[in-house]
């Protein structure tokens, strides 16, 4: 391996502190609070997956982190705090920028759309060096080149190529090559695997469960597939309108699942093994406007379990357990 | 019932500077459906899959082979007949958004094929309200609630369950869902997928399933038979659990550990290996297995004669080693 990257005694693991975050999109239909109260750790070092479905916020909740949320929505109160960055919502705007890429590696959602159609990659990659004041442009080069070659592609031919010339699965790989050329320490994937057939999304997952080993980064992943957070992330971290509803490391979240949201998604997932009855479809719609506005507990209407004191008062987020949290009163702290 | 036989399609090459040769998107493909059966044909994209579907569907015509539906080749019916026996098969696409005109509400978008039925059979009005009803109740919408409604207003899966009902308003033999719910949340899935299962059971439609998820083929059509395409061809075939449970083509079993491994819940199979390289989508060489580049045990034979499907008449596969792997994730003992 080429000294060019970091050894892993050199780095140290960089965490994210986020508390009470609200992110609010102010449309024609009044106020979305996309991301309301959330109170995160992201651990240094671990792979954090953040599920939920459509609408619930996750894009938005990334998109804060980096303090890059889009018209018309808001960063109304909160802080996102980076280790040895600091916090990203009250940097200046120049340290801010430069914590984009050089520190907070991003894969945006849709990445199949969001290279430069006009400009070839290679050019594309010394654009973004340039932007950076990186002075070594023909390092960052080498640099793109090895990490393509690593994710099983022809690098020469990919650095001359167009956004067109690629497939879905190697716009994917692209980005995420993006996201980590300028070394980020910490990279957040939106929908990695979304567009992609079940095989890339194989190859895509088994490259960033790799690099992310190799260089002991951070890593967060968002998705709507359980699955793939099951079999990728240390840690996962459920979403249901733009609050958590549960978090835990993945193993025990699988297995012992708490929140009635949880154990609907797990059970909802089709097996290639075992008795097919067992998949049992979660009834009900995601989120949406009307949700938002429930004083109750957001998944009341779907909920299987729910009691009458569900419907008028909001579940905290507590701790249940060690490195397990739920919102949820039909769920008791463990001893 | 269903019968095709020795199917191919070729798309002719193009000159100029976007030009591209041939491609041979389907390659000798057999096989039968059972009334009520279910058939999944499973592979990475640009295998060949839609264009499979779309010439059972009449959208697409066909190079080569025979396509029989209830016993009439598609291809010798005169025209009358061929709109009656296309009828009875109905296609069911991927993106639910684009299968739907946004401007029409859910109650015009079933009236149409509705009034073309009741003028056939004489019936009235009051008959369409009715059938309007039944279909919707068949795909669990409450039509009330969405009758005046417009496709935007809905959720994925309410889309998808639309198109279905609107599907079934012409009492189709078979149903083609091409991908059906790649485009529906994850969590939503499962529901329609039971919805297809179930029309199987009650109706005896029989399914064709077209996706790259083994999971979903497996959870429709666990009694069917799975076709594994590769690049036009068929890899490995055989009664679904069978081909599951006991794999011998390599690219099924890359398919099949490519299916997510539940941490917590289950171990990954002991033989699990995921190609990191990606289909490329150029011309093959004749003579040579189609999966030898990207396949991790090929030989040399693989490089020069191109492997014809063997095995006992139920289960065959396209390969000079066939050889079982557990690439299957086992479930973890509590
Ligand atoms: N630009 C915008 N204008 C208005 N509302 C928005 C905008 N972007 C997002 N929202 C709303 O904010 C909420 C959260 O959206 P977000 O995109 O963060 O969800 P998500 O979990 O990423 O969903 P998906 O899985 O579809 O990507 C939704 O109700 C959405 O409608
Ligand atoms: N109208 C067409 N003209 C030329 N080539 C075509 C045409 N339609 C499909 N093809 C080619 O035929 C092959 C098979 O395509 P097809 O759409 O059937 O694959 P698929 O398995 O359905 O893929 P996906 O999973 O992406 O939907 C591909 O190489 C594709 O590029
Ligand atoms: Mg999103
Ligand atoms: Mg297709």
């Not at chain 2, 978008?109 to 919707?136: C, F, H, N, Y």
């Not at chain 2, 989508?281 to 063997?310: I, V």
Request: hydrophobic content about 40%; aromatic content about 4%; charged content about 20%.
């Amino acid at each position: 391996m080429s000294a060019e990257w970091p050894l892993k005694a050199n780095t140290k693991a960089v965490g994210i502190t986020i508390r009470d975050l609200e992110v609010v999109y102010s449309t024609g239909q009044g106020q979305v609070p996309a991301v309301n109260g959330v109170d995160l750790d992201i651990a240094g070092g671990q792979i954090t997956g953040i599920i939920g479905e459509s609408g619930s916020g996750k894009s938005t909740l990334a998109m804060a982190i980096m303090n890059a949320v889009p018209h018309p929505g808001r960063i109304v109160k909160g802080s996102v705090v980076v280790d040895g960055v600091g916090n990203m919502l009250t940097l200046d705007k120049e340290s801010q920028r430069r914590a984009r890429g050089r520190n907070l590696g991003f894969v945006f959602q849709a990445a199949q759309n969001s290279l430069n159609p006009l400009t070839r990659v290679g050019h594309q990659v010394l654009d973004l060096g340039r932007s950076h004041n990186v002075k070594d442009l023909r390092g960052l080069l080498r640099r793109a080149k090895e990490l393509l070659h690593r994710m099983g592609m022809d690098a020469d031919r990919v650095l001359t190529a167009y956004q067109h010339e690629l497939s879905g699965g190697m716009r994917q790989r692209v980005g995420i090559m993006f996201a980590l050329v300028l070394d980020a320490q910490v990279v957040i994937l939106d929908e990695p695997t979304t567009a992609l057939d079940m095989l890339s999304q194989a190859s895509v997952l088994e490259i960033v469960r790799s690099i992310h080993e190799e260089r002991d980064i951070t890593t967060i992943l968002i998705t709507h597939d359980m699955g793939v957070v099951a079999d990728l992330a240390d840690r996962v971290v459920v979403m249901y309108g733009g609050e958590l509803a549960e978090e835990g490391e993945t193993a025990e979240v699988l297995a012992h699942p708490a929140h009635p949201y949880t154990k609907g998604l797990i059970q909802a997932i089709p097996r290639i093994s075992g008795d097919l009855s067992q998949a049992v479809a979660l009834s009900g719609s995601p989120p949406d406007l009307k949700t938002f506005m429930q004083s109750g507990c957001l998944f009341y209407d779907r909920c299987p379990e729910r009691v009458a004191e569900c419907q008028v008062k909001r579940p905290p987020y507590e701790s249940a357990g060690p490195e397990r949290k739920v919102a949820c009163f039909r769920v008791m702290p463990h001893d | 019932m269903i019968e095709v036989r020795r199917l191919e399609k070729t798309f002719p090459g193009k000159h100029g500077l976007l030009g591209h040769d041939a491609v041979k998107a389907v390659q000798d493909v057999s096989f039968r459906i059972p009334d009520g059966g279910a058939v999944s044909f499973i592979g990475e994209s640009g295998c060949g899959k839609t264009t499979i579907g779309r010439i059972l569907a009449g959208l697409e015509n066909y190079t080569a082979g025979e396509v029989l539906v209830d016993g009439q080749n598609l291809a010798t019916v005169d025209r009358r007949q061929r709109e009656a026996v296309l009828r009875r098969v109905q296609l069911i696409q991927q993106d639910p958004y684009q299968a739907l005109n946004p401007a029409r509400t859910i109650e015009q978008a079933l009236s149409d094929p509705l009034k073309v039925m009741a003028k056939a059979r004489g019936a009235d009005t009051a008959w369409i309200l009715q059938r309007m009803e039944e279909v919707l109740g068949l795909v669990g919408l409450e039509p009330e609630a969405v009758v005046h409604k417009y496709p935007h207003m809905l959720s994925g899966g309410q889309r998808q369950r639309i198109v279905i009902a609107r599907a079934l308003t012409v009492e189709p033999s078979v149903l083609v869902a091409d991908e059906a719910v790649s485009m529906i949340d994850v969590s939503l899935r499962l529901g329609v997928l039971k919805l297809l299962r179930d029309l199987r059971e009650k109706f005896h439609i029989s399914l064709i399933f077209i996706t790259h998820d083994v999971a979903s083929a497996r959870y429709v059509g666990e009694d069917g038979q799975m076709f594994v395409i590769y690049k036009g061809m068929i890899a490995e075939q055989g009664p679904t659990d069978d081909v599951i449970l006991h794999p011998q083509h390599p690219y099924t079993q890359a398919l099949l550990s490519a299916v997510p491994v539940l941490k917590g819940l289950e171990s990954p199979g002991s033989d699990r290996y995921i190609p990191l390289k990606e289909l490329d989508h150029g011309q093959s060489p004749e003579n040579a297995c189609l999966f030898a580049p990207r396949c991790p045990f090929a030989q040399p034979l693989c490089e020069t004669e191109r492997p014809a499907l063997q095995g006992a008449s139920g289960h065959q596969y396209a390969c000079h080693y066939p050889q079982e792997r557990h690439v299957v994730a086992v479930a973890l003992k509590e």
